[in-house]
């Protein structure tokens, strides 16, 4: 068993969006993301697993496949489907979020 406290220690970074591997293995990435002000991550897509979402501090805008952006907060969750492009970005706050992919052997 592994435990995190996930707004302990988040590194940010001035130029772009900073992930940062919390738990990685052949079951499955965690990613805890932090982004400053104004950062994005550009839209893409995860060929082979769901990307599940959880913010944690701030907010921001997230879009799926149709572009549409949605603004989500803190205890908010979005479910994105294999496949499907989205891209994130921040407003005028510090961003931190959770990313949650399955099966995704590690890079």
């Given amino acids: 068993m ?8 988040i590194i940010f970074n001035e130029t ?3 992930a940062e591997p919390l738990q990685v293995d052949k079951h499955g990435r965690v990613l ?10 550009k839209r893409h ?4 697993s769901p990307v ?6 701030g ?7 149709d572009g549409v952006e949605h603004l ?3 205890n908010q969750l979005l479910v994105i489907a ?16 959770l990313v949650i992919l399955h099966g995704v052997l590690p890079h």
């Fill in 2 to 9: 592994n435990t995190y406290n996930l707004l302990e220690n």
């Fill in 16 to 18: 772009q969006p900073h």
């Fill in 32 to 41: 805890r993301f932090a982004l400053e002000p104004q950062q994005e991550v």
């Fill in 45 to 48: 897509n995860s060929p082979h």
């Fill in 52 to 57: 599940n979402i959880v913010v944690l501090k």
């Fill in 59 to 65: 907010q921001g805008m997230f879009a799926g496949g």
């Fill in 72 to 74: 989500l907060g803190p």
């Fill in 82 to 97: 294999p496949g499907e492009m989205h891209h994130i970005r921040s407003l005028d706050e510090d961003l931190v979020f």
